[in-house]
Antibody, heavy 120, light 110 residues
């Protein structure tokens, strides 16, 4: 059974860089035709798509993040990562990683989510 | 990109049917078959309920169904049950190869 697990600091200072990793177990991140992505949810609010990556291929980002987001993949470690620069309190959210099958809209596997708080 | 428009809340009694709408534009919902729906219970990760407008993943009850007309996609839940009470979100691909969520709908089972 495929599992995704987010990890990273739970507290980040304003203006610094948020860094999260999603470790994939039970399957290869480079096996099959899948996009790997990040979604976030501010406390009490809705879901926001951050971006996704296709191993060995392209990355796509939410334009509202104004180029602050960078998603990368490390196939040797079977994980992918998110960096979000110049964070503010508005970036406080639960961050989820998820898998989407290529050619479909199905985000079929999700991590449990990790809360990141931006505060000094 | 603007969030897709969903009603903030809907409600229904056990056994009834409800429909949640998800309205976008011809650059997202209206232009592609790539719309999916997610159920989220408090404190939990979202769960895929419908993908590609109307396909249902294995293991999801056939009480859940999806459709689309023009720029509006819809999720219908028939035979409402108490455990269906949750937040529901739609997401669509866009003409820019990005994805956009709806604002979410809180379903209350009366």
């Amino acid at each position: 059974q495929l599992q995704l697990q987010e990890s990273g600091p739970g507290l980040v200072k304003p203006s610094e860089t948020l860094s999260l990793t999603c470790t994939v177990s039970g399957g290869s991140i480079s096996g099959g035709s899948y996009f790997w992505g990040w979604i976030r949810q501010p406390p009490g609010k809705g879901l926001e798509w951050i971006g996704n990556i296709y191993p060995g291929g392209s990355t796509y980002y939410n334009p509202s993040l104004k180029s602050r987001a960078i998603i990368s993949v490390d196939t040797s470690k079977n994980h992918f990562s998110l960096k979000l620069t110049s964070v503010t309190a508005a970036d406080t959210a639960v961050y989820y990683c998820a898998r989407r099958r290529e050619g479909t809209s199905a985000l079929d596997y999700w991590g449990q989510g990790t809360l990141v708080t931006v505060s000094s | 990109q603007s969030a897709l428009t969903q009603p903030a809340s809907v409600s229904g009694s056990p056994g009834q049917s409800i429909t949640i709408s998800c309205t976008g534009t011809s650059s997202d919902v209206g232009g592609y078959k790539y719309v999916s729906w997610y159920q989220q219970h408090p404190g939990k990760a979202p769960k895929l309920m419908i993908y590609d407008v109307s396909d249902r993943p294995s293991g999801v009850s056939n009480r859940f169904s999806g459709s689309k007309s023009g720029n509006t996609a819809s999720l219908t839940i028939s035979g409402l049950q108490a455990e269906d009470e949750a937040d529901y979100y739609c997401i669509s691909c866009t003409s820019s190869s990005t994805w956009v969520f709806g604002g979410g709908t809180k379903l209350t089972v009366l």
